[in-house]
């Protein structure tokens, strides 16, 4: 419902901004406002998975698609075991903001890196 409503490329922006802004958002903000935060950081979650799902089914091949989403849940999984522990450090060393900051800045770098390839790719296939 959300893709017919709004353009592929616009709801991959709203992800690659809207995540990594809900670090800022709960770092930086009073209490009432970093709950909003972390509620819209929480609505694009949910429906980016599925999103990211669906663009997995219709581009690879039934004899590798378990493998690719395997793989991309492997990804995530290290990737995040990385960057909890970094967090966490910079936290006890700085402030729990500036650990926040970290995250926005490693998690918006990724995204931009990786929604430019997605981009470039999904508009390649289409």
């Known amino acids: 419902r959300i893709l017919s409503s709004i353009s592929f490329r616009i709801l991959t922006w709203i992800v690659i901004l809207g995540l990594p802004l809900g670090y800022v958002v709960t770092g930086f903000f009073p209490f009432g406002a970093a709950l909003i935060g972390l509620v819209v950081f929480y609505c694009i979650r949910g429906f980016v998975t599925p999103l990211l799902k669906d663009v997995l089914n219709a581009q690879c091949g039934s004899d590798v698609r378990a493998t690719v989403l395997s793989v991309r ?44 390839f997605f981009l470039k790719h999904k508009d390649s296939a289409v």
């Open 73 to 116: 849940s492997m990804i995530i999984r290290i990737g995040f075991a990385i960057v909890g522990p970094s967090i966490g450090w910079i936290e006890g060393r700085y402030s729990f903001s500036i650990a926040l900051l970290g995250a926005f800045c490693f998690f918006f770098v990724a995204m931009l890196i990786s929604g430019y």
